[in-house]
Structure formats: structure tokens, C-alpha cells
């Protein structure tokens, strides 16, 4: 599948990476989901944006393909710029959700030792540990689990977006 106009393409498969469970199963709230109308059932149904300190990264997923790009707030800039954002952007996504980890090989070497877990590894498909910002990772700790744990996830994103703001970032 080409992909989508202004997009780069990283194939890699659900098994490895599945955006609809991982940024959904509570590891993060500040992701946020736009559905798309999505023409063949190949195609990316969600596009999932996260504001970082200089830019917004763009995420969509095809079966056997992640596509990401960066958007950011200045003019435009140099082709060689550009493509220094891009290498940035990549970088940022393969270590936020450590691309490096090969998860096929670790379901299959957990279903080996844990007959429960290879009955239920299809549950679990592409949903990876998120490497965060252990700053921003505390906070939503704290108030997912604090008194206010009444707190559905789209506020809880939005009390941690304010405290950031509030606060000023850094590497985020």
C-alpha cells in the first residue's frame, strides 16, 4: 500500500505494533484518535496525533504498515531540514515504542513457558510497554490513581496536558 500524501511509510505488522490496543490500553492519555474514512478495509481507519515539545506526530496503520509524519508550527523549511525532521520523527517513534523489541519472539518464547498465556496471546497482539517520559508517566500514575480515579481516560489526558503546560516541557 502507497502511503498517504505527506506520510513516510515503516512496514511493520500488527503482530509488532498494534496502535488501536496500545494507545487505548492506559499506558497513555494524551493520544489523541481522529477515524478516517477508510475506503478499502486495508486501509488506515484512525489517525492517532500526540503534541511533543516542537511538533505533532501523525500516526496511521495498515495491517502491515505504520505511517508517520511530523507537522510543525514554523514555515516551511529546506528539503535537507525537512528530512533531518524525519530522521527526528522516526527516531523518536521506534524508541517511544521500542521497535527494536522483537514482540513475535517474545509471545511465542512466553507461550512456550505459559500454557494460560499461549491460549490468550491473540488478546494481546502488537500491545507493547510505551518507553515515556517518566515525568509524564508518573503524573498520570498519580491521578489515574489518586481520588480522582473516577476520571475517564480523555479527561485524565486532559488534567495531564494542563500540568504539562502548566509546568513547561521538556523532552516530550
Known amino acids: 500500500m502507497a ?25 497513555s492519555f494524551r493520544w489523541s484518535i481522529y477515524p478516517l474514512h477508510a475506503t478499502l478495509p486495508c486501509d488506515p481507519s484512525h489517525e492517532y496525533r500526540l503534541c511533543l515539545q516542537d511538533r505533532v506526530v501523525c500516526l496511521r496503520q495498515s495491517p502491515d ?13 529546506p528539503p535537507e531540514v525537512e528530512d533531518a525532521r524525519g ?3 522516526l527516531s523518536w517513534i521506534k524508541d ?19 500454557p494460560v498465556f499461549a491460549k490468550l496471546r491473540w488478546r494481546f497482539e502488537g500491545i507493547r510497554m510505551l518507553r515515556q517520559d517518566p ?34 516541557s521538556r523532552e516530550w
Request: glycine residues 4%; neutral net charge.
Open 3 to 27: 502511503a498517504p500524501l505527506g506520510f513516510h511509510s515503516l512496514p511493520l505488522p500488527l503482530a509488532q505494533l498494534s496502535l488501536a490496543a496500545v494507545l487505548k490500553c492506559g499506558q
Open 65 to 77: 504498515t505504520l505511517f508517520y509524519r511530523s507537522v510543525f508550527p514554523d514555515p516551511p523549511v
Open 87 to 89: 530522521v527526528e520523527t
Open 96 to 114: 517511544y515504542f521500542q521497535l527494536d523489541v522483537d514482540l513475535t519472539k517474545l509471545y511465542e518464547e512466553w507461550s512456550n513457558k505459559d
Open 135 to 168: 515525568w509524564e508517566n508518573l503524573i498520570s500514575y498519580v491521578l489515574r490513581f489518586s481520588e480522582l480515579n473516577r476520571l475517564n481516560p480523555r479527561r485524565l489526558g486532559l488534567y495531564v496536558l494542563r500540568i504539562i503546560t502548566s509546568l513547561g
